[in-house]
Nanobody, 124 residues
Framework: QVHVVESGGGLVQAGGSLRVSCAAS????????MGWFRQAPGREREFVAA????????DYADSVKGRFTISRDNAENTMYLQMNSLKPEDTAVYYC?????????????????WGQGTQVTVSS
């Protein structure tokens, strides 16, 4: 059984930084692509960033490009999202998602395994 757990969310002031983490078990971590998505109140869940199996390739939503960095440590079975220059509009529940394959994707239906999410709140 695949288990996905996010951590590291919290409250931060606008302009600040935060790093969220995602640990996954029940899969061969080093062979699967992973992604971050977020859902703000009253809005649909949206793509944030994705990374391929090795960490050699990443993709970002335009809204976070240049501010957020996705990375992974396959030895620790953990993925990260470093968020800098945070804005109030980044406030959302952030979800980690895991694919069955190694190539990264932006589309939510490409990810069969999801965590419960971690709240990130950016105050103005």
């Amino acid at each position: 059984q695949v288990h996905v757990v996010e951590s590291g969310g919290g409250l931060v002031q606008a302009g600040g930084s935060l790093r969220v983490s995602c640990a996954a078990s029940g899969v061969t971590f080093s062979t699967v692509a992973m992604g971050w998505f977020r859902q703000a109140p009253g809005r649909e869940r949206e793509f944030v960033a994705a990374i391929n199996w090795s960490g050699s390739s990443a993709d970002y939503a335009d809204s976070v490009k240049g501010r957020f960095t996705i990375s992974r440590d396959n030895a620790e079975n953990t993925m990260y999202l470093q968020m800098n220059s945070l804005k109030p509009e980044d406030t959302a529940v952030y979800y980690c998602a895991v694919r069955r394959f190694g190539t990264l994707q932006r589309y939510q239906n490409s990810y069969p395994y999801w965590g419960q999410g971690t709240q990130v709140t950016v105050s103005s």
